[in-house]
């Protein structure tokens, strides 16, 4: 079993859709938690940090199921400009951070 | 942005040689990260370094070897470069340790190994 699993997509949405994707990760000792974002031939970028108590950045939102060993982030009101690859981040161990294979969102007009 | 660059951006190579490839920053941090990004792998840790002449292996360090002798210079070599190494690198920065504080990411380097 991989240590972070997403599903690929891609997720093909409209705009204005709400869609949301799931991260699972294997390590019940994982601490810190992320979601990057990387548009096509770009490098990764931040999006946000995943928090126990959830937490939310405008149109984002990102939770942490600790007992079903997963997070997820939610897109409201998606844009266009919000097609990319999301990508799971999960620390299990310090200075060990593993990264998921990313799902891919195109937002279509 | 964050001041990363690496270079070269985009290289073709034969099997055998080797090559360098250079990270650097302008933002004085500490730690500096080499990844390799494959299609069905996640981003994968090759070295990091902790500081200037520090540095440790990552999951996939098998053929690579780094050096750090300025806080903002670190030097990916492979010593002799195989077709499994054809993969795009990403440099990437913190201020402080892995999970601990944002990684920044240089904007890649394409090397491919014929």
């Known amino acids: 079993r991989k240590e972070v699993e997403q599903d690929p997509g891609p997720f093909n949405v409209p705009e204005g859709a709400t869609v949301a994707f799931n991260c699972t990760y294997s390590?019940?000792?994982?601490?810190?938690f992320f979601w990057y974002r990387q548009d096509c031939r770009k490098e990764p970028k931040l999006l946000m940090s995943?928090?126990?108590s959830g937490n939310e950045d405008g149109r984002f939102t990102a939770q942490l199921n600790r007992a079903s060993q997963y997070i997820s982030l939610l897109i409201r009101d998606s844009k266009l400009s919000d097609s990319a690859t999301y990508l799971c981040?999960?620390?299990?161990?310090?200075?060990?951070?593993?990264f998921g294979t990313g799902t891919r969102l195109q937002v279509f007009p | 942005d964050a001041g990363i660059t690496q270079s070269p951006r985009h290289k073709v190579t034969e099997t055998g040689t080797p090559v360098t490839l250079r990270c650097h920053q302008t933002?004085?941090?500490?730690?500096m990260y080499w990844y390799r990004q494959d299609p069905g792998h996640g981003l994968r840790l090759i070295h990091y370094?902790?500081?200037?002449?520090?540095?440790d292996k990552g999951e996939v360090s098998d053929g690579y070897s780094v050096s750090r002798s300025k806080t903002e210079d670190f030097l990916l070599t492979l010593e002799s470069a195989t077709s499994s190494q054809t993969s795009v690198y990403f440099c990437?920065?913190?201020?402080?340790?892995?999970?601990?504080?944002?990684?920044?990411f240089g904007p890649g380097t394409r090397l491919t190994v014929l």
């Open positions: 990437a920065i913190s201020e402080s340790r892995q999970g601990t504080d944002t990684q920044y």
């Open positions: 370094s902790y500081g200037v002449k520090d540095t």
């Open positions: 981040v999960v620390l299990p161990a310090p200075d060990k951070l593993i």
């Open positions: 933002e004085n941090h500490r730690y």
């Open positions: 390590n019940s000792a994982s601490q810190s």
């Open positions: 995943v928090y126990s």
